[in-house]
């Protein structure tokens, strides 16, 4: 069973910067497409970044393109989510996800794994 571990969340300013921690386990994450998303209270869960298994293929949202990146550590099973500039309007509770299709998946049904959250707040 793949288990995810979401870490690294907190509170920032605006414009300051966070870097989110997705750590896999029972399996190895170049076996699965990856995504992060992210939700508020009463609104859906939207993606911020999907990627494809092995990390081909990355698509990132409008709303944090030019600001956010993913990048991996192969050896320890951990995807990381950097997230710079940020702003208010990105304070959500941040999930990582797992999705057994090949490609990149850019909504949560597609995705079959999902850790628990971390929770960012960026104050102005």
């Known amino acids: 069973q793949v288990q995810l571990v979401e870490s690294g969340g907190g509170s920032v300013q605006a414009g300051g910067s966070l870097r989110l921690s997705c750590a896999v386990s029972?399996?190895?994450?170049?076996?699965?497409?990856m995504g992060w998303f992210r939700q508020v209270p009463g609104k859906d869960r939207v993606l911020v970044v999907a990627?494809?298994?092995?990390?081909?293929?990355?698509y990132f949202a409008e709303s944090v393109k030019g600001r956010a990146s993913i990048s991996r550590d192969s050896a320890k099973n951990i995807m990381y989510l950097q997230m710079d500039g940020l702003k208010p309007e990105d304070s959500a509770v941040y999930y990582c996800?797992?999705?057994?299709?090949?490609?990149?998946?850019?909504?949560?049904?597609?995705?079959?794994?999902w850790g628990q959250g971390t929770r960012v707040t960026v104050s102005s």
């Open positions: 996800a797992a999705s057994r299709w090949f490609g990149t998946q850019s909504v949560p049904d597609d995705y079959h794994y």
């Open positions: 029972g399996s190895t994450f170049t076996e699965y497409a």
């Open positions: 990627s494809g298994k092995n990390f081909v293929n990355t």
